[in-house]
């Protein structure tokens, strides 16, 4: 709850109000929770902070100059009592401080929906609806500091991922607050919050281990409790180093023999072609073709793709003993055979559909440890050689 200060609003005294660097929130000495935020860049907003049975409530009123100080007075004692009666604060129709819940709409609708695929989408709406709005939504823009964003950080601590992401999306909405200027330069709230160190999970394939895979694969094949098309999309993620939505979203009208291409109309970064070599080529021919059904990767319901294969490859994974393996970790493993086979970083960054160098750098110090074997090779030949005292 805020304190009461010796200060009472008025405004004579709030238009004598005055800031350094940062914004700070003056509280009315007579009615307590009611106070104006004096922003560094002059700005000066009512607001209304107090507590109700689900915790604090803080509500931005309006601009002073715009809005009365009694008037604001009159409206902030209605505001906390509803608050205080468990009632949901509804802010006045004329509020005009833009707040985080309505950025997000904007930041959705213009930004998000328009310029990502759905999946992304889908996981941003999470994020904000599981996590930023909660904490934040009603809250003018304003009024969101490194306190705020510091506090949304901290409350998923025992996610940290999740938390990294709940600020980055945070500070990205606030990023093209800036540009659309609704809150001043240099206003980010999330700039001082220092993420949480995460390590990248880094899990590739050895030669054994593919061998498992293999056999594995076999037994699901004569098992026949794992839907064929599954176990066919497994088997193409295994040899093209394709993103799991990639293979999914193939057509029959994608797979262009007379060119030896894939062509992956759904990609992350775009449409890109992958090479058909003959074990994909071997792959495509076993799967049975529908004419009812356009896709390469079908459903169990006719006429319709396969959406998910985690189901699916848990048994696969188990039966190998690779119980640790993700579905993308097949990507990885192919980025890291490629480099044992002498690939440069360019060329897997083709292969894999990477738009920039630095994306497949990931994989450089895989290069290193194929250098230091060559290295020891090279070395042990000319060791050799002068310790038996030839020249060649």
């Not at 964003?149 to 025992?158: F, Q, V, Y």
């Not at 061998?211 to 409790?225: K, T």
């Not at 071997?282 to 073709?289: E, V």
């Not at 890291?336 to 990477?354: C, D, F, N, P, V």
Request: hydrophobic content about 40%.
């Amino acid at each position: 709850m805020p304190k009461r200060s010796d200060l009472k609003l008025t405004k004579r005294t709030v238009d004598a109000l005055d800031v350094d660097r940062k914004d700070a929130i003056f509280w009315d000495r007579e009615l307590a929770g009611f106070g104006v935020r004096v922003h560094a860049t002059g700005r000066k907003t009512w607001v209304v902070q107090s507590r109700g049975p689900s915790g604090p409530k803080r509500v931005t009123l309006g601009r002073h100059g715009e809005l009365a100080c009694e008037e604001a007075r009159k409206q902030a004692a209605h505001l906390i009592d509803r608050i205080r009666r468990g009632e949901e604060p509804v802010p006045p129709p004329h509020e005009t401080e833009p707040t985080v819940a309505g950025l997000a709409e904007r930041f959705m609708r213009t930004h998000v929906k328009r310029r990502l695929k759905p999946a992304s989408v889908a996981a941003y709406r999470t994020l904000l609806e599981g996590h930023i709005l909660p904490a934040l939504g009603g809250m003018g823009l304003e009024e969101v500091g490194g306190a705020e964003a510091a506090a949304l950080h901290h409350g998923l601590r025992d996610t940290p991922v999740l938390a990294n992401r709940a600020v980055h999306l945070l500070s990205r909405m606030f990023t093209l607050a800036e540009a659309w200027e609704l809150v001043p330069p240099g206003r980010n709230p999330c700039r001082a919050v220092r993420r949480y160190r995460t390590r990248k999970r880094e899990r590739f394939l050895a030669p054994e281990e593919y061998r498992r895979l293999g056999r594995a694969l076999r037994w699901a094949c004569a098992e026949g409790g794992i839907w064929p098309p599954a176990i066919a999309a497994v088997r193409l993620l295994v040899l093209t180093g394709c993103r799991r939505g990639e293979i999914l979203s193939l057509g029959w009208d994608d797979v262009d023999r007379t060119a030896g291409d894939l062509r992956l109309r759904d990609a992350k970064a775009g449409p890109r072609m992958v090479p058909l070599t003959r074990p994909v080529l071997r792959i495509l021919d076993a799967i049975p073709r529908s004419p009812e059904n356009p896709w390469v990767i079908a459903g169990q319901r006719p006429g319709k793709r396969l959406t998910g294969l985690h189901h699916y490859w848990r048994p696969i994974r188990e039966r190998a003993g690779l119980s640790d393996v993700r579905l993308h970790d097949l990507r990885h493993s192919y980025a890291s055979r490629a480099l044992a086979l002498g690939e440069s970083l360019y060329t897997i960054g083709k292969l894999l559909g990477h738009t920039s160098v630095a994306t497949s750098a990931r994989y450089a110090h895989l290069m290193r440890e194929a250098e230091r074997e060559a290295a020891v090779r090279v070395g042990g030949s000319i060791g050799a050689h002068v310790a038996n005292g030839r020249t060649a």
